[in-house]
């Protein structure tokens, strides 16, 4: 089980305590989750070029990379870069423009993902259109 299932009983605070105790590889990742506001419907895809990331195989896409170097903090200097080069800065995409950790206005899940640049926040693509999309390029 991974660190982004876990993320579905963050709020429990039982569930955390348990996650600390017997998953400690996935502690840092949890950590990180943590600090972004919305991390829905992307969830582990927002960092890994896997959706479901183990150990062994744990690949960071291109806002991965940024985060690890911005020492794994989401602050304004990380959420200003256009991580995966699509004119989208990072806090469009996450939905947390400012980087105070709190969603921007009635976000409540991420519009596009800022580690994939055949997305950008600013086209307001749900989820449901969003897969749509991922059918279509995926058929050509
Ligand atoms: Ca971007
Ligand atoms: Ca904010
Ligand atoms: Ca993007």
New binding site residues.
Partial sequence: MSACHHHRVRRALLGVLVVLAIAPAALATEADMAQLPVVEPFLCLICHTSEDPTPDSFALNAFGEDFLANARIWDAALAST?????????GV?LGDTDADGTADGNVTSLQSN?GD?TD?GVNTVGPTTWTELKGLFNRK
């Fill in positions: 256009d991580s995966d080069d699509d004119d989208c800065v990072n995409e800022p640049g950008c």
